[in-house]
């Protein structure tokens, strides 16, 4: 039901833009977000956005990234700049909707020069 892609390689300070395709409109969530698990690290919240687009950021990521939703195209964006090698890790879209919570397969991000 969500699709990510737009990972890659990418040197450190560089940027990248990651998408998540809905099977439905995303306007239908209450809740969408991208979460990241590096290896061998737990799974953690990079940011949010509501319904209203009121967006959350983890600390790390304030200012360097920015979440997006563009309901028209049931897509939810996550603009990545100033990528750090500690950004390595594979990125999840998440989607809530009232009680059910849905995962997209992640999208491997790699920064390195």
């Known amino acids: 039901q969500l699709q990510a892609s737009g990972g890659g390689l990418v040197q450190p300070g560089g940027s990248l833009k990651v998408s998540c395709v809905s099977s439905?409109?995303?306007?239908?969530?209450?809740?969408m977000a991208w979460y990241r698990q590096a290896p061998g690290k737990q799974r953690e919240l990079v940011a949010s956005?509501?319904?209203?687009?009121?967006?959350n950021y983890a600390n790390s990521m304030k200012g360097r990234f920015t979440i997006s939703r563009y309901n028209a195209k049931k897509t939810v964006y996550l603009q990545m700049n100033g990528l750090k090698p500690e950004d390595t890790a594979v990125y999840y879209c998440?989607?809530?909707?009232?009680?059910?919570?849905?995962w997209g397969k992640g999208t491997l991000v790699t920064v390195s020069s």
């Open positions: 439905i409109s995303t306007g239908s969530f209450n809740l």
């Open positions: 998440y989607a809530q909707l009232d009680r059910n919570v849905y």
């Open positions: 956005i509501d319904s209203i687009g009121l967006t």
